[in-house]
């Protein structure tokens, strides 16, 4: 199993950015996905998760109206669009599978909002 980050960067109040998570070794089209963060000094929170079609998401309440997540099940790749970005959501953006169980992580990507 292996999730591949990109996308992170540095942006001001209120920007955008969009993270993709590329998934390979398993059958990515049948498996929920998740993006966690973990922001300076606080513990690894959940952000976001999309059910294995795409049919279903949910959110935390802090990105509730400002983060979409989607997946193309045709490239493995799930995406977090992520708008109107705070300071607080400064944080390594990673995505997350479970499978039979056990749960897999991708490296990372650092995103910082400051002015």
């Known amino acids: 199993v292996q999730l591949v980050e990109s996308g992170g960067g540095s942006v001001q109040p209120g920007g955008s950015l969009r993270l993709s998570c590329a998934a390979s070794g398993f059958t990515f089209r049948s498996y929920n996905m998740r993006w966690y963060r973990q922001g300076p000094g606080k513990e690894r929170e959940l952000v976001a998760f999309i059910t294995f079609a795409g049919s279903n998401t949910n959110y935390a309440d802090s990105v509730k109206g400002r983060f979409t997540i989607s997946r193309d099940n045709a490239k493995s790749t799930v995406y977090l669009q992520m708008n109107s970005l705070k300071p607080e959501d400064t944080a390594v953006y990673y995505c997350?599978?479970?499978?039979?169980?056990?749960?897999?992580w991708g490296q990372g990507t650092q995103v910082t909002v400051s002015s």
């Open positions: 997350n599978v479970v499978l039979r169980s056990s749960n897999y």
